[in-house]
């Protein structure tokens, strides 16, 4: 099975790229890593004390994460996807069977770190290069309309989250990966399919 990773700060465009992926190649599926958050009290309590939680890894439930993918990389076939409800903080399961999967794609601001915990180094890195303000934008009206936030915290928590994707990932340069394609504006994006898939 093909494996591809797409990652990038909050707001980049790892889902419009994941999705845009996808339309051309019928046969894959997307795994988000926004859909594994860590649900019931911890999702509740620690938020107030933890700066940035859900831009931290401690947020990320690895564990159910793993378990999803595992399943599908060994399989080829998906049999629920899962939605993370910000305003709830719990997750959704929806049953829905996907077979002959032949390429999956991980995106999400812990795509880098799961993809640093696999043995099996064969796969795709595409990573989104974008400017800060345009993200800021979409990340706040995301944040409003979808996360219950308003203006000014949905502006703080786009700021932290920037800052701390980039402290995070600044030392993990992903090394002895020649399958690595940085991502901007002008990329494009077929002329890399063409050639990773």
């Not at 795709?124 to 944040?143: P, Y």
Request: contains cysteine; hydrophobic residues 35%.
């Amino acid at each position: 099975m093909n494996l591809i990773f797409i990652s990038g700060p909050s707001g980049s465009g790892k889902t419009t790229l994941s999705n845009q992926i996808i339309k051309k190649n019928k046969n894959g599926i997307v795994l988000s890593t926004d859909n594994y958050y860590k649900t019931g009290i911890i999702s509740k309590l620690l938020p107030k004390f933890v700066e940035g939680f859900f831009d931290r890894s401690i947020s990320f439930n690895n564990k159910l994460f793993k378990k999803d993918f595992d399943f599908i990389y060994k399989n080829g076939i998906s049999i629920c996807d899962r939605y993370y409800n910000f305003e709830k903080k719990a997750i959704q399961n929806i049953l829905n069977e996907t077979n002959n999967i032949s390429f999956l794609i991980v995106e999400g601001i812990f795509a880098r770190e799961f993809s640093n915990t696999l043995n099996n180094k064969n796969y795709i890195f595409l990573e989104i290069k974008t400017n800060k303000n345009e993200c800021m934008k979409r990340v706040v009206q995301r944040d409003i309309k979808e996360r219950g936030k308003d203006k000014k915290q949905a502006e703080n928590d786009f700021l932290k989250s920037w800052s701390i994707y980039y402290e995070k990932f600044q030392p993990h340069i992903i090394k002895n990966n020649t399958n690595k394609f940085i991502i901007e504006k002008n990329t494009d994006i077929d002329h890399i399919l063409k050639k990773i898939i």
